[in-house]
Structures are given as structure tokens and as C-alpha cells.
């Protein structure tokens, strides 16, 4: 046991006013924060478990989770009630809500009911939105995201130099691209709404997690974040399904979302190819700096997504080129007409 562990184990022994609790580990994210499940013997407001979070100070601050889960719990999404809190030392109690995470449960059977309930959370949070409460997901942000991949992945992960010439292509993609994003509707974003973050539960589900980093951006991020998952991959037919499951009430709402859906797909999928370029500088960065390599093996079909964006919209052929360039592929050979 770490000191961190012990200073939580102290401040919950304070908190629940009984020795009989046991600690295991819920999970580690990508970041510094750890979460505990608090096993107790004698409920505790009707509890029987509840979740510890350890976020250590100065590499967190636990005040952006705080606002934003009674920002979202207002909105009617099912997050995790706030216990107790001490955020000096960067410790949380929270109501538990449970192991079964969407990804551990989805198959082609249980995917159109849970994927169904996930968008209609989606569009609850979409409704609740309003301007200048969350940071704006502007292109200052974008850009910082994007900007990971030539940092870590093509640099430390790839470990090669980018010519100017592909510098100046990359450059021209994020621009091309954060045009595209700022000109869709805004909206809340949680930013990781993906199937490791939402649980299964028996009432109002899912249950959301990991949103502290929400911001207020465009109104096709999140969706793009379920449905090209990092973690589990679907036909395109079958995306193309559920993203339409979502436009239609989405738009009989009032959200600010196109009138035309392959205006909206197109705008989903161009969201799709800068989360995309993000995602893979972060799970470089998360090998080759923190030592968790268990995110390279979800580097192929995030890079799957990338390609397949890059070569349906001319705009984004350079990008093509340069991934083909970079990864040594030759370019398929075919006819046009």
C-alpha cells in the first residue's frame, strides 16, 4: 500500500465513521487518477459500495469533476452522486456504478438497445447546453490535440523527422479541418463518450463516466467518440444506422444539427478524422512516456478510421499521402474515370 493509499484510506476512515471498509482497485485511467471501490460491511446511506477517487495533486484538480457532474446530473444523465470531498488532497466519494462497462457487454445483439440509450443520453446533455459555462472546444484546442500526433507518434512512436513539405500538409489538414469543426453546431462535449466510459445499469442508463474534461464544442464529437470507438469496431452500414438513429430525433429536438444527414455524416466523419489524429498522439504518448503499452494495440483501427475519411474527401488525400508516406504503404493502384 502507497502513502497516497493510506492518506485515503485515513480520510475515508474520517468520512464514513467506521472502520469496516475494505479497498480494491476499480480501475486507472490514462491520466494520474486512480479509483477505488470501498467495499463496506455496514451500508453507508443505504451504500454497500462506493468508488474513492485518488487524484493527486498537482497533476489533477478534482473541481472541473465536481462542476461538471452536477452539470450533468442536472441535465438527467445518470453520473456518479458526489459523497464527500476533499479537494486539497484530491480524494472524492462517489456513489458506485457498478463493473459493467458497455464495451465488456456489447455484441451484435445488445448493441442497438445500448447504443439506442447511449444517443438518447447524448441528446438529453445536447438539450441542457449553454454557452459560456463549459471551455470552448475553439482552435487553440483543436489544434493542441492534433498537434500530438506529429509530437508522439510520428516522432517518438515512428521516431522519424517530418520533411517541410509534410509539415506544411499537416498543417493545411488541421486547418482544413478545424474549419469544418467550427462551423457545426456547439454543444456540451463530454469528450470520452465511448464504450469504456459508460455502464450498464438497471436504471436511466448508462451510467457516465470520465467527463471532467468537457467542454463546449461541436455537436458531432461525442458521437463520433461511440460510434468509432477505439475499442470495438462496427460496419459502416451499421454506423451509418445508428448515426441516423441519432440525427432524426436530434433534429426533430431543435439541436443545431444540418438538415440534410450526409451533411451531418460528413461533418461526423471530418470530427472523426481529428479525434482520430489525436487519439493516435495520445496512445503514443501513453507508451513512450507513461510506460502503458496496452494502447498500441488499439492504434490499427483508430488508424483504420483515419485512412478510410482521408481517402473518401479530396481535401484530405494529402493527409493520405503522408500516412502512406510515413508508414512506407504504396498507393492502391486503380483506374478513375
Same mark, same amino acid.
Given at each position: 500500500?502507497?502513502?497516497?493509499?493510506?492518506?485515503?484510506?485515513?480520510?475515508?476512515?474520517?468520512?464514513?465513521?467506521?472502520?469496516?471498509?475494505? +479497498?480494491?482497485?476499480?480501475?486507472?485511467?490514462?491520466?494520474?487518477?486512480?479509483?477505488?471501490?470501498?467495499?463496506? /460491511?455496514?451500508?453507508?446511506?443505504?451504500?454497500?459500495?462506493?468508488?474513492?477517487?485518488?487524484?493527486?495533486?498537482?497533476?489533477?484538480?478534482?473541481?472541473?469533476? /465536481?462542476?461538471?457532474?452536477?452539470?450533468?446530473?442536472?441535465?438527467?444523465?445518470?453520473?456518479? #452522486?458526489?459523497?464527500?470531498?476533499?479537494?486539497?488532497?484530491?480524494?472524492?466519494?462517489?456513489?458506485?456504478?457498478?463493473?459493467?462497462? $458497455?464495451? =465488456? #457487454?456489447?455484441? =451484435?445483439?445488445?448493441?442497438?438497445?445500448?447504443?439506442?440509450?447511449?444517443?438518447?443520453? +447524448?441528446?438529453?446533455?445536447?438539450?441542457?447546453? !449553454?454557452?459560456?459555462?463549459?471551455? !470552448?472546444?475553439?482552435?487553440?484546442? +483543436?489544434?493542441?490535440?492534433?498537434?500530438?500526433?506529429?509530437?508522439?507518434?510520428? =516522432?517518438?512512436?515512428?521516431?522519424?523527422?517530418?520533411?517541410?513539405?509534410? #509539415?506544411?500538409?499537416?498543417?493545411?489538414?488541421?486547418? *482544413?479541418?478545424?474549419?469544418?469543426?467550427?462551423? #457545426?453546431?456547439?454543444?456540451?462535449?463530454?469528450?470520452?463518450?465511448?464504450?469504456?466510459?459508460?455502464?450498464?445499469?438497471?436504471?436511466?442508463?448508462?451510467? *457516465?463516466?470520465?467527463?471532467?474534461?468537457?467542454?463546449?464544442?461541436?455537436?458531432?464529437?461525442?458521437?463520433? =467518440?461511440?460510434?468509432?470507438?477505439?475499442?470495438?469496431?462496427?460496419?459502416?452500414?451499421?454506423?451509418?444506422?445508428?448515426? /441516423?438513429? $441519432?440525427?432524426?430525433?436530434?433534429? @426533430?429536438?431543435?439541436?443545431?444539427?444540418?438538415?440534410?444527414?450526409?451533411?451531418?455524416?460528413?461533418?461526423?466523419?471530418?470530427?472523426?478524422?481529428?479525434?482520430?489524429?489525436?487519439?493516435?498522439?495520445?496512445?503514443?504518448?501513453?507508451?513512450?512516456?507513461?510506460? @502503458?503499452?496496452?494502447?498500441? !494495440?488499439?492504434?490499427?483501427?483508430?488508424?483504420?478510421?483515419?485512412?478510410?475519411?482521408?481517402?473518401?474527401?479530396?481535401?484530405?488525400?494529402?493527409?493520405?499521402?503522408?500516412?502512406?508516406?510515413?508508414?512506407?504503404? !504504396?498507393?492502391?493502384?486503380?483506374?478513375?474515370?
Amino acid at each position: 500500500m502507497d502513502d497516497r493509499q493510506q492518506q485515503l484510506g485515513a480520510w475515508l476512515y474520517t468520512v464514513l465513521q467506521q472502520a469496516n471498509f475494505s +479497498l480494491t482497485i476499480a480501475s486507472a485511467d490514462a491520466s494520474f487518477r486512480r479509483y477505488f471501490r470501498v467495499n463496506l /460491511v455496514a451500508p453507508y446511506l443505504g451504500f454497500h459500495t462506493l468508488i474513492a477517487m485518488d487524484a493527486p495533486p498537482p497533476q489533477e484538480d478534482c473541481t472541473p469533476f /465536481v462542476n461538471i457532474a452536477k452539470l450533468f446530473l442536472d441535465a438527467g444523465l445518470n453520473v456518479p #452522486q458526489l459523497i464527500a470531498q476533499d479537494l486539497a488532497r484530491g480524494f472524492l466519494l462517489l456513489s458506485d456504478l457498478g463493473d459493467d462497462t $458497455y464495451l =465488456s #457487454q456489447l455484441n =451484435s445483439e445488445s448493441a442497438p438497445k445500448l447504443y439506442l440509450e447511449a444517443t438518447n443520453a +447524448l441528446i438529453e446533455l445536447q438539450i441542457a447546453s !449553454k454557452e459560456n459555462v463549459l471551455p !470552448k472546444y475553439d482552435e487553440t484546442l +483543436l489544434t493542441r490535440e492534433m498537434q500530438l500526433f506529429p509530437d508522439w507518434y510520428v =516522432s517518438k512512436h515512428l521516431n522519424v523527422s517530418l520533411t517541410g513539405e509534410q #509539415q506544411v500538409i499537416l498543417k493545411n489538414t488541421f486547418e *482544413v479541418l478545424n474549419k469544418n469543426i467550427l462551423s #457545426q453546431g456547439q454543444v456540451y462535449v463530454h469528450r470520452d463518450f465511448h464504450s469504456r466510459n459508460l455502464m450498464i445499469t438497471k436504471e436511466n442508463n448508462p451510467g *457516465v463516466l470520465d467527463f471532467q474534461d468537457a467542454v463546449y464544442g461541436a455537436i458531432s464529437y461525442d458521437l463520433v =467518440s461511440l460510434l468509432k470507438d477505439a475499442y470495438i469496431s462496427w460496419e459502416e452500414e451499421q454506423i451509418i444506422d445508428w448515426a /441516423v438513429r $441519432y440525427w432524426q430525433p436530434a433534429k @426533430k429536438a431543435g439541436l443545431p444539427v444540418p438538415d440534410d444527414f450526409s451533411e451531418f455524416y460528413r461533418d461526423f466523419e471530418w470530427m472523426g478524422a481529428q479525434r482520430h489524429i489525436k487519439v493516435l498522439g495520445i496512445f503514443a504518448r501513453l507508451s513512450h512516456r507513461d510506460g @502503458k503499452d496496452g494502447y498500441l !494495440k488499439d492504434m490499427p483501427l483508430v488508424m483504420i478510421y483515419l485512412r478510410k475519411v482521408c481517402e473518401r474527401y479530396v481535401e484530405l488525400r494529402p493527409m493520405l499521402r503522408l500516412l502512406n508516406q510515413l508508414e512506407n504503404v !504504396k498507393p492502391k493502384e486503380g483506374y478513375t474515370f
